[in-house]
């Protein structure tokens, strides 16, 4: 559940490589093992990755199941595909999505009913539309981003998923149905539905009507761990060479709190290839399994659209379903072949050096894919004068579907924007998008507004809507995020450079105070403000000495977001008002005095004074704009 929504984009395509197109393999254990061999041990020790464990289903059996590297570092415990427990992160939402289907499946549910009409509080319209189950499901409630009370390691401070979901309700910031925008609020919600139709706990239900009846004996959606799991517990690691961290604990249990092994998620897996059925045992009527795995929502045709819960995550016209998960340290990814019968699961308990498991983890499905299942990358061509054009529209500056803009976290969506850019020879450039050398994908148009990555086989495609960009995706993450044109006024194309403008002409005129004094005094100078009243002169260089602490520790704050998400809970809560209302003030007092002080000294000042009085104007304005725009400044401790 990586909060950055930048990364989760970024992650998920800057990996996938370009290959050439090759005879593909026999998928046999014997092959299988001898790729998973080379390819795993040389990828952890590349990352500084602790242990990747993966399992591979074929016909309803397991093909072969294998770990490597050490589930437990310090005491040396090398990891057990059949015992190690490890988190599965959002990939346990498919266990969420099951139970819904049931549910469907019963009659107590209708995926196309306001939720209202199954809660006990209520989740407000957005333009008169009411948030329904599929929108959950296809992540389409249109709601902001909620990070406080996600996660925790003190079990004193966990909420519950009851809690979690009262204590806020995220701003409705989409109308419904329109823009996906991934939400771990709304998973938890359809998750809450279920205890609220069948009087079980989220827990309870899960255990009893999906782990049992596939013999996941291994499978907890609890917490606090059941103290059988716990020595079978993996540790967590940001580094594999690191120290380990604390069990995570999340408020948002149904979007992602789930514990198994890599066997357990098999049977999973087999039942779902099996439409519904394993070992003459169902968790869902067949016809209920094909609805579930055959009805995309097609956002950005002809882009993979989100089915029911999985992502569409099929090439070339190949079928394939999937999820992808994130904790704070343990990564994993599913995905089904339904045609093929073949399923495939993967967990690293490190996130690695420079986010390497993000990485591994696309590089690890794109080569299955290759080596098994290849795909041709689409043929197509554009018109020259037509490409240009469609490129010309496209470059610009965009952010994440996938984000907040009622709170302070609208800052992490503001330095997370992407450009997209023109080629020297016409292609299209993301920058921050790279392949697995390291370099920026180039894009070829193939089709009106679809472009083929150059040597590879992802797709990015753009919503036309009068004229203009409405948002733009690429295959990876089509299903559940869009990049959206960012406006002029919060634009980190326009704003970043006037940013470092202002922190830099804050610091000149924080360190020429003393600076200058001492100078005065030395040569017994009068005040370059002489005739000019001192207050206001001296109340900007102290309200800027305040921004620019107000600076450092929003940066502080966003920095800590990154490493340790559990850090944000209520407790911090005072302090967070705090830092707003400091920001607030030394933002508005120094606007105003530094205001003052110009028009006041204008007449009777050298031009050097005044462009410096000037100049410290329109950093304060830059500074204040941003602090408001991004809501850094004020009141409030929802986020």
């Known amino acids: 559940m990586r909060m950055l929504a930048f990364m989760i984009f970024a992650g998920l395509v800057a990996a996938l490589p370009a290959r050439a197109a090759e005879p593909p393999r026999a998928l046999t254990q014997a092959d299988a093992d001898a790729w998973l061999d080379g390819f795993l041990p040389f990828a952890l020790a590349r990352g500084d990755i602790a242990v990747a464990a993966v399992v591979?289903?074929?016909?309803?059996?397991?093909?072969?199941?294998?770990?490597?590297?050490?589930?437990?570092?310090?005491?040396?415990?090398?990891?057990?595909?059949?015992?190690?427990?490890?988190?599965?992160?959002?990939?346990?939402?498919?266990?969420?999505?099951?139970?819904?289907?049931?549910?469907?499946?019963?009659?107590?549910?209708?995926?196309?009913?306001?939720?209202?009409?199954?809660?006990?509080?209520?989740?407000?319209?957005?333009?008169?539309?009411?948030v329904t189950l599929r929108n959950l499901m296809t992540h389409t409630p249109g709601f902001e981003e909620a990070i406080k009370r996600l996660v925790t390691d003190r079990p004193?401070?966990?909420?519950?998923?009851?809690?979690?979901?009262?204590?806020?309700?995220?701003?409705?910031?989409?109308?419904?149905?329109?823009?996906?925008?991934?939400?771990?609020?709304?998973?938890?919600?359809?998750?809450?539905?279920?205890?609220?139709?069948?009087?079980d706990a989220y827990d309870d239900y899960v255990e009893?009507?999906?782990?049992?009846?596939?013999?996941?004996?291994?499978?907890?959606?609890?917490?606090?761990?059941?103290?059988?799991?716990?020595?079978?517990?993996?540790?967590?690691?940001?580094?594999?060479?690191?120290?380990?961290?604390?069990?995570?604990?999340?408020?948002?249990?149904?979007?992602?709190?789930?514990?198994?092994?890599?066997?357990?998620?098999?049977?999973?897996?087999?039942?779902?290839?099996?439409?519904?059925?394993?070992?003459?045992?169902?968790?869902?009527?067949?016809?209920?399994?094909?609805?579930?795995?055959?009805?995309?929502?097609?956002?950005?045709?002809?882009?993979?659209?989100?089915?029911?819960?999985?992502?569409?995550?099929?090439?070339?016209?190949?079928?394939?379903?999937?999820?992808?998960?994130?904790?704070?340290?343990?990564?994993?990814?599913?995905?089904?072949?339904?045609?093929e019968g073949v399923g495939v699961y993967l967990v690293v308990n490190s996130t690695g050096r420079d986010g390497a498991a993000g990485t591994v983890r696309a590089n690890f499905m794109s080569e299955f894919a290759d080596r098994y299942f290849p795909e041709a990358a689409v043929e197509g061509e554009v018109p020259a004068a037509t490409a240009a054009e469609h490129v010309r529209l496209m470059a610009g500056t965009y952010m994440s579907s996938r984000g907040q803009t009622s709170n302070f976290f609208s800052a992490l969506g503001f330095v997370s924007q992407l450009r997209v850019t023109i080629g020297a020879d016409g292609d299209l450039l993301v920058?921050?998008?790279?392949?697995?050398?390291?370099?920026?994908?180039?894009?070829?148009?193939?089709?009106?507004?679809?472009?083929?990555?150059v040597g590879g086989k992802e797709r990015l495609a753009a919503r036309i809507e009068d004229g203009r960009v409405a948002f733009f995706s690429v295959d990876s993450v089509s299903p559940f995020l869009v990049m959206l044109p960012a406006p002029w006024w919060k634009s980190s194309a326009i704003f970043m450079p006037l940013l470092a403008g202002a922190i830099v002409v804050l610091l000149v005129a924080l360190l020429a105070w003393p600076a200058a004094a001492l100078l005065r005094r030395h040569y017994?100078?009068?005040?370059?403000?002489?005739?000019?009243?001192?207050?206001?002169?001296?109340?900007s260089r102290i309200a800027a000495a305040g921004a620019l602490a107000a600076a450092a520790a929003w940066t502080a704050v966003f920095a800590q977001l990154n490493g340790n998400i559990s850090a944000f809970t209520p407790a911090f809560d005072v302090g967070?008002?705090?830092?707003?209302?400091?920001?607030?003030i030394f933002c508005a007092g120094g606007l105003a005095a530094s205001l003052r002080d110009a028009s006041r000294g204008w007449s009777e000042r050298r031009w050097a004074a005044r462009t410096g009085s000037l100049l410290l104007v329109l950093a304060f304005a830059t500074i204040a704009w941003l602090a408001v725009v991004l809501k850094l400044a004020g009141y409030g401790t929802d986020y």
Do not use: C
Request: proline share 9%; hydrophobic share 40%; aromatic share 10%.
């Open 156 to 199: 004193e401070r966990l909420a519950s998923p009851e809690e979690y979901l009262k204590a806020w309700v995220p701003e409705r910031i989409y109308p419904p149905g329109e823009v996906p925008a991934y939400s771990n609020y709304g998973v938890t919600l359809a998750g809450y539905i279920v205890e609220r139709v069948t009087g």
């Open 524 to 539: 017994r100078l009068w005040p370059a403000h002489a005739g000019v009243p001192g207050r206001p002169w001296r109340i």
């Open 208 to 339: 009893r009507h999906v782990f049992a009846p596939l013999g996941m004996s291994s499978s907890t959606t609890r917490q606090v761990l059941p103290e059988d799991f716990r020595a079978r517990m993996s540790r967590g690691y940001l580094l594999g060479s690191g120290p380990d961290y604390p069990f995570e604990m999340f408020g948002v249990s149904p979007a992602g709190g789930a514990t198994t092994t890599v066997t357990d998620m098999a049977k999973f897996m087999i039942a779902w290839l099996q439409e519904g059925e394993l070992a003459g045992r169902r968790i869902l009527a067949a016809d209920t399994a094909r609805r579930t795995l055959a009805t995309p929502l097609p956002v950005v045709p002809p882009l993979n659209g989100m089915l029911l819960g999985f992502f569409e995550q099929g090439y070339g016209g190949r079928r394939m379903a999937g999820h992808g998960g994130d904790s704070q340290y343990f990564h994993s990814m599913l995905n089904l072949y339904p045609d």
């Open 576 to 584: 967070f008002v705090v830092l707003k209302l400091a920001t607030a």
């Open 56 to 130: 591979i289903v074929k016909d309803g059996a397991v093909l072969t199941a294998r770990g490597y590297g050490l589930a437990d570092v310090a005491a040396g415990i090398p990891v057990d595909p059949g015992r190690t427990l490890f988190r599965t992160g959002s990939v346990g939402k498919l266990f969420t999505w099951t139970a819904v289907m049931q549910q469907v499946e019963a009659g107590r549910l209708d995926l196309d009913r306001d939720v209202n009409d199954y809660l006990d509080f209520k989740i407000p319209p957005r333009d008169g539309r009411p």
């Open 431 to 453: 920058p921050a998008l790279r392949d697995v050398n390291g370099e920026p994908m180039r894009w070829r148009e193939v089709a009106p507004f679809v472009w083929q990555q």
